[in-house]
């Protein structure tokens, strides 16, 4: 019998060691799994490298982590959005690496962990700063870096729906890196607003399979 | 001589945009080209966390907190219009699906350098986003940008001064002044603004500028 | 106005031009897009590549083509399916080229074309014969083979639904090589089985969004 | 001396297959492994054709045409399936998040080298489907197959005479004589069918054996 349901938010996040590398999903304020990365700063995880499009923003979730000393080094694309103060002063303090990847480039390196593949070359960054250090190769006459794949020890989602079997369903644009990086990770964990039996949702129309999700838990909605 | 407003180099650009055609809009000045699209045309916009379709600014009664675009503001949706994740947006960037990004700059170079993502600021730790996917992933990049900087300088340079977001990407500058094509020959002047001789537009352009045998007045509505 | 339908099959394979590479889609005899296969017959294009999961099946569609002596090169998982005798006596005869590709890799390759990206590093066909002469290399103490991009000229493919802008959506495992052969190609045509209004598709659940589709043609179905 | 029909190997087969597991099943003898997982399981069965959560093959009357299996035989789905496109179905596959796949062989080495996809027949041009990337890319590989060639010679061989399909993948190995592991100290027989010796046993098989210590018989009900 599969159930990938927890009970609780601390069940959800239970395990994750220091040091691990965390992709935590959302753009923006918007499908972003705020609640677990509140638990994740209860359960005491430290020396965390943070994968995530921003780098945090007002006073919870990834920016409650990095206010708190929690994260060693953020991979992203844009670290400053809304409300960006915790990772300015930690950034600001020398407290925080940071690793800064063009979006498309983050996100294809995800799925390329996912998918199994050792690393891709890509014209994005090319001739630019972010290529600095990287491999350069001429293929078919155009100029490429080759990019490595960036897996996760943890993902923390965030969907709409799902069933015991852990098929997620989201809601527009709070799908954006929630698919990739469910995909990408050893465990994936989802917080939901929905359980829905099994056979609820129509297999034509789930977003991410169950095959890429471990445990999914309950947050806000319907009691 | 009359320069023209933002929203009117917002206009100009809009003019050029076929029928028919997937368009990326960056942040700030090119996000007004939206509003300025002929009726007669059907325009995708497509947005880089996951979205083709977008509609106008939402009343405030009708913003759904799950819809946003790029810009993280409130945003609605057309019939015809489509969520997906965040991979398959940067596909679409990336593969050349996307047949035009209009984008903002800090600078362009006569070869069509674009440097758009960083003034290296020292207090700042820089974002880059979608910018760099943009500039070397569209079918087409154009900028659109005031012809010079608050204190007079060019922003059209021999080179670069500001980090690359990307060599060689842009095809089309709409300015204040002019709108200049990028030719193997070097910058085209296509159209100028009335009472704006060549060699004052040269004055504030740091790279040789040609004037086109069907050179126009550059004039647009007020708006 | 956006309406990518067009009245005829004629018109759906117009301009394919002798020696393109198609796409086909398909699976075994699920999802393929016999009817356009057939109609290109008719177009009278010869020395086509082919790429398809099978090389073939019968007396119509790809068997068709190449019984008829129009294709030159098969890329493909596994030629012999289902009554295969087209594609057996052509090569036997040493009139058809076969390139053999993993599944999985004809179908990333695919991928990697649309995703514009310039190649990837596989496990798989590692210590086989089908790396064969292929560029491999040792990361983090696995061994991968490169894998260059495999784009067509043409796509066709088969959907149950679309919306003039060719917003496509699939039936259960009919889904199987259309998405990504949808993106894969400069020229995507898609036979399906009914036409909706723009809006009724539900934009949670397109499963290709039309900025890949460029002609669509109604097959069967109610007229 | 009782060796297990084919059936009874498919039969050992499943009772080794986890509750949970997400598993994907070769054509021929390994499609029998379904219909004897033991009732108190949970097993999610991957198509490589886009499809999770297989179920048994439908009555006559529901059959569905589009829905299939990667034998091309009509399949039916699960409360809690999916379908998804095929390069999903294969990042599954490669990307090691299919926990078990359960395949024929040709030959399989000491090494756990495997040859399950061509014996080189000068008439046939060969076919690979999806055989590479599960040898390559599953979490694990088990193979089934009869344990001498009809001919009586060993299919355990110490080096494969077919071309390999991936080395060093086979981490067990069903037959009708025995279950054997492939260890880094070579092949290790955990069962062995009643009245057989280890001496018969390795007169039919080409690498040394070692019997472990906790070996059991190989018994199977009449199924």
Redesign the interface.
């Known amino acids: ?2 159930d990938k349901r927890v009970q609780s938010l601390a069940e959800a996040v239970a395990g994750v060691r220091d040091g691990a590398t965390i992709l935590c999903a959302g ?5 972003g799994p705020d609640e677990l990365l509140d638990a994740l700063l209860e359960q005491g995880a430290k020396e965390l490298v943070a994968v995530s499009n921003n780098a945090g923003s007002g006073d919870r979730g990834l920016a409650a982590l990095i206010a708190n000393g929690r994260v060693r080094k953020v991979i992203c ?6 409300r960006p103060h915790a ?2 002063a930690a ?2 303090a020398g407290k925080l690496e ?1 690793e ?6 983050l ?2 390196r995800m ?20 290529a600095d250090g990287k491999e350069t ?1 001429e ?2 006459g ?1 100029l ?1 870096v080759l990019e ?1 794949p960036l897996k996760g020890d943890v993902a923390f989602c965030k969907a709409l729906r799902a ?3 852990g ?1 997620l ?12 990086m469910a ?1 990408a990770a050893d465990l994936t964990v989802v917080q939901v607003k929905e359980f829905v039996a ?2 609820e ?7 991410t ?4 999700v471990d445990r999914i838990v309950k947050v806000g909605g319907k009691p | 001589m009359k320069p023209l407003s933002r929203r009117q180099i917002a206009w100009r650009a809009a003019q050029d945009i076929a029928d028919g055609a997937y368009v990326n809009l960056g942040i700030g000045l090119p996000t007004l080209v939206a509003d300025f699209i002929p009726g007669d045309r059907e325009i995708v916009f497509h ?5 083709l379709g977008l509609g106008k600014a939402p009343a405030p009664e009708e913003i ?5 675009n790029a810009g ?1 503001g409130a ?1 609605s ?1 057309l019939p015809g219009g489509s ?5 398959d ?3 679409m ?2 593969g050349g699906h996307v047949d035009l990004s209009l984008m903002g700059a800090f600078e362009v170079s006569e070869r069509g350098d674009l440097a758009n993502w960083t003034t290296d600021d020292p ?11 943009l500039a ?2 569209a079918r087409e990049v154009r900028v659109l940008l005031e012809h010079t900087t608050k204190e007079g300088q060019p922003r059209l340079r021999h080179r670069c001064h500001y ?5 060689g990407c842009v095809k089309r500058i709409y300015t204040n002044f002019a709108v200049i094509d990028v030719t193997p020959e070097g910058l085209l002047v296509r159209e100028v603004v009335e009472g704006m001789s060549l060699s004052a537009l040269q004055e504030a352009t740091e790279p040789p500028l040609t004037l086109a045998n069907d050179w126009r007045l550059l004039a647009a509505p007020a708006v």
């Open positions: 019998m599969i753009f923006g304020a918007v499908g694309s844009y670290p400053r959005t809304d990772f300015e950034f600001k940071l800064l990847v063009p979006q498309g480039t996100s294809e799925r390329c962990a996912a998918a199994g593949l050792g690393g891709f070359y890509s014209p994005v960054g090319v001739g630019t700063r972010l190769r293929i078919g155009r490429y490595k069933d015991r079997w098929n369903v989201y809601r527009k644009s709070a799908r954006n890196f929630n698919p990739v995909m099994l056979g949702l129509d297999p034509e129309t789930i977003h399979p169950g095959i890429f | 947005s880089e966390n996951g979205i759904d907190p799950d819809l946003i993280k945003a949706l969520f997906f994740h965040h991979n947006a940067f596909l960037i990336r207090g700042f730790p820089p974002g880059v986003g979608g910018a760099m996917d070397a992933g980090p690359l977001t990307a060599p």
